[in-house]
């Protein structure tokens, strides 16, 4: 595919994240580029309306997107939550034009097509809106971690008017989904230089809030 060979060709992996975005491209040759970079690919490829970008993540988003897995794991086990991770599986949706592969992505409680919970660790912004490409995959709760902060959002069906701005989606304080969690020690512990040290930071947060 000359488009695929074309940015092979002139991406560098390398700091900082690497993203291409073009526009009028027809959900065909989505669907084509999806086929040719495979499953093993190192890009995370997005549409929305005719909008597709590509990324390929440096070592600081993989670093960032770890801890934050690794974390949110340890929420899982020690809440005794049921989850089925879905990692960055594409999610798609022809009818609305819409197609994407998150950094992390859950179902919690019961395992479905498409997650619950998304997760997005953003190094530099692109030009699809997210928030409105999550809303038409159905997912109901999306996280932003951008510059060392944890930003929630969760869905609202009942006023999408009033929430326009935002595509349907309301900033909150605390995650609907899981809530448990102590967003300020999450983000405290994902700051943590040392994996180790932050995971069993975390869990003592976590054994505190819940005895």
Not at 29 to 37: G, I, K, P, R, V
Not at 79 to 96: E, N
Not at 125 to 135: A, F, P
Request: proline content about 6%; hydrophobic content about 35%; glycine content about 4%.
């Amino acid at each position: 595919m000359v488009l695929l060979n074309d940015w092979s060709s002139r991406l560098a992996l390398d700091d900082p994240e690497e993203r291409r975005v073009l526009s009028q491209v027809s959900w065909a040759q989505y669907q084509a580029l999806l086929t040719d970079l495979g499953d093993a690919s190192p890009y995370r490829v997005h549409y929305l309306d005719g909008v597709l970008e590509l990324v390929a993540s440096n070592r600081r988003h993989e670093t960032e997107k770890k801890r934050f897995s690794n974390l949110v794991h340890i929420y899982f086990l020690e809440t005794d939550t049921d989850y089925f991770p879905m990692g960055s599986t594409t999610l798609r949706q022809p009818d609305r034009q819409a197609g994407g592969e998150p950094d992390e992505s859950y179902c919690v409680g019961t395992d479905k097509a498409i997650p619950a919970l998304v997760v997005e660790v953003i190094v530099t912004s692109g030009s699809i809106n997210r928030l409105e490409l999550y809303h038409r995959l159905g997912v109901l709760e999306v996280w932003f971690w951008q510059r060392n902060r944890l930003t929630p959002y969760h869905r609202r069906e009942d006023n999408p008017a009033q929430f326009a701005d935002t595509a349907g989606y309301e900033p909150i304080d605390r995650s609907e989904l899981l809530p448990d969690l102590d967003i300020d020690l999450l983000t405290r512990c994902i700051l943590n230089p040392s994996p180790l040290a932050a995971a069993k930071a975390f869990r003592r947060g976590l054994q505190a809030l819940t005895d």
